[in-house]
């Protein structure tokens, strides 16, 4: 009943957190006067629009700005105005945004073929090579950051720094509670929602959408532990959970310390992958939160990792 109860709470957190994304987001909110012109959100139009053949999918996908590379993928249940909307004309005004709605989401049909993170990193592989694009930043959200830690570890040479935003290696990555709670979620817990109304609107058969949130939900009800693969990606890598996220602490500082962390900056040199738990945050929230994220993400990507530390 407990468990119940967690994922209930969890699908209506989602909801509010989608709708609040969408009305009312929140990129600009306590940065201070000199950051709030590089966080504006003006209205943008795609370069590009498309489907790409790619593994079996006729893959959705939208392209933004120019500049420097970075493909954005989705939550579960997400799409790319769910999940983006609110960070795509952040990005766009100084690099090439690259989004895509992954299988079974949005405008990406579904193909009989299982859920699994590794087949849609090879289908965002595939995205790449679609777009003539030799190597990008990936930056992944919750599924999506699963999905984009397997990006960089099956096609290293396509990565060149990886951005994951509450996300997990391995299925204990997550608080217990937490990972028991995705049996207990069901279709019910989404009856008449924005998710349902996204589904029905993008061309979807509505009768097939409690098997589409059964096999959205299959991925994790499944063990995996990439711990081994992921701490010897060669990208650098920041990883970024809330404080009060789902993801637990333990879990982004094994990754942290396995790629050069815990030690003293000032005394070893700084890694040139980096770890943020973003304060007054949870999972779903890291959304709601951009205003507090990209910058910090923005200058991991910007940056010269091979940088010595300041010295006053």
Not at 45 to 56: I, L
Not at 128 to 157: C, I, N, W
Not at 271 to 295: E, F, Q
Request: charged share 20%; net charge neutral; with cysteine.
């Amino acid at each position: 009943m407990k468990k119940h109860l967690i994922a209930g709470s969890f699908v209506a957190l989602i909801l509010a957190a989608m709708v609040a994304c969408q009305s009312n987001p929140k990129e600009t909110k306590n940065l201070p006067a000199a950051k709030k012109d590089s966080v504006v959100t003006p209205s943008v139009k795609p370069t590009e629009t498309g489907y790409a053949d790619v593994n079996g999918l006729k893959m959705y996908y939208e392209v933004y700005g120019e500049g420097k590379p970075i493909v954005l993928l989705h939550g579960s249940f997400m799409n790319i105005p769910l999940n983006w909307s609110h960070i795509i004309p952040v990005l766009a005004q100084k690099r090439k945004v690259i989004v895509t709605e992954l299988q079974g989401h949005g405008r990406t049909k579904d193909i009989p073929r299982e859920f699994s993170y590794e087949a849609m990193a090879d289908d965002v592989s595939g995205l790449l090579k679609h777009l003539k694009t030799d190597s990008a930043d990936v930056l992944g959200y919750s599924m999506g950051g699963g999905v984009a830690f397997q990006v960089a570890v099956r096609h290293p040479e396509q990565v060149r720094r990886l951005v994951i935003l509450s996300g997990a290696y391995a299925h204990d990555g997550w608080w217990p509670d937490v990972e028991a709670s995705f049996a207990t979620m069901n279709a019910d817990m989404f009856k008449g929602s924005v998710i349902q109304q996204q589904y029905d609107s993008m061309g979807n058969d509505p009768a097939r959408f409690p098997e589409y949130i059964k096999k959205v939900l299959s991925i994790d009800l499944k063990p995996y532990n990439w711990s081994k693969e992921v701490k010897n990606i060669k990208s650098p890598i920041f990883m970024a959970i809330g404080d009060a996220d789902g993801i637990r602490y333990e879990h982004a500082l094994e990754l942290f310390r396995a790629k050069g962390g815990g030690k003293m900056g000032d005394l070893h040199g700084l890694p040139k992958s980096r770890l943020a738990i973003i304060p007054g945050t949870t999972h779903i929230g890291m959304m709601v939160h951009a205003d507090l994220w990209i910058p910090m993400v923005s200058d991991f990507l910007d940056s010269d990792l091979n940088a010595p530390p300041p010295t006053f």
